[in-house]
């Protein structure tokens, strides 16, 4: 039986800016070049004031940064980011699932794959707890042998597996590790990171809100007033800074 201490977060798309008619293009003055989302946006903010010849004189970073200063947010909704999040827990995405304006999910099946060897997510609290984590650990085994006699057990009157899964399934813990696709804007983003990393969250959410954090940055500049702290409990908490 395996257990797991850190969620896994891997970007598997990202919005890619194709292009706009060729005579705004030629009057927009932009600092950046290609495909990459950033692009996109600051042409989805121009195009509300056909402000293509930058009279400001801002490059792409200045202009969205000045974009969310001024909380024009729904320029941000323009470009979309999808992750594949795996080592969470079924009770984590039970709350990631309750964000639902410029998000999409689509989640394991615990009806149509087999749980008998699923994996489960150790709590941060019980980090260093050696005694309580053998309690634990011996919870999820008993639950998942009993998962298992459950199937089997009724293969003779329900030989259809969806039958046989969706009923052991009741019994697995809230633990029980899943995975997760899950698109959403750049706002949705924002606001996410802003409720999960609180110190005031879940510290699986909190966990996770940090790697999203880190993942997220890495591939496309639009958090930068975004840090990773350390909470009073010692788990990571994500926190905004004042802009200039």
Same mark, same amino acid.
Request: aromatic share 8%; net charge negative; with cysteine.
């Given at each position: ?14 919005? %890619? ?8 293009r030629d009057q927009w003055e932009t600092d950046i ?27 792409? /970073?200045?202009?969205? %940064? ?31 699932? %309750? ?96 409720? %999960?990393?609180?110190? /005031? ?44």
């Amino acid at each position: 039986m395996d257990l797991i201490v850190q969620p896994e977060v891997t970007l598997i798309s990202a919005s %890619r800016f194709t292009g706009i008619p060729e005579d705004l293009r030629d009057q927009w003055e932009t600092d950046i070049e290609g495909e990459g989302g950033e692009l996109l946006l600051e042409a989805a903010g121009r195009s509300c004031y056909q402000s293509w010849h930058n009279p400001a004189g801002r490059t792409n /970073h200045e202009y969205l %940064r000045n974009i969310i200063r001024q909380g024009h947010g729904s320029v941000l909704e323009h470009a979309n980011y999808t992750v594949y999040l795996r080592g969470v827990s079924r009770s984590l995405t039970h709350e990631m699932v %309750r964000h639902r304006a410029g998000c999409s999910y689509s989640q394991l099946s615990q009806r149509y794959v087999d749980s008998s060897e699923v994996a489960f997510v150790v709590p941060p609290a019980l980090f260093g707890m050696e005694g309580l984590l053998r309690e634990w650990a011996r919870a999820c085994r008993a639950t998942l042998d009993s998962y298992v006699a459950l199937a089997d057990g009724l293969a003779g009157v329900a030989p259809d597996r969806k039958k046989q899964r969706e009923c052991a399934r009741s019994i697995l813990p809230n633990c029980t590790e899943t995975h997760l696709v899950m698109t959403a804007n750049i706002r949705a983003w924002r606001h996410i990171l802003s409720l %999960r990393g609180s110190e /005031h969250a879940e510290a699986e959410i909190r966990r996770l809100a940090s790697r999203l954090l880190e993942v997220l940055s890495s591939h496309v500049p639009l958090f930068w007033d975004y840090r990773v702290g350390e909470g009073p409990d010692g788990i990571p908490t994500v926190y905004r800074v004042e802009q200039d």
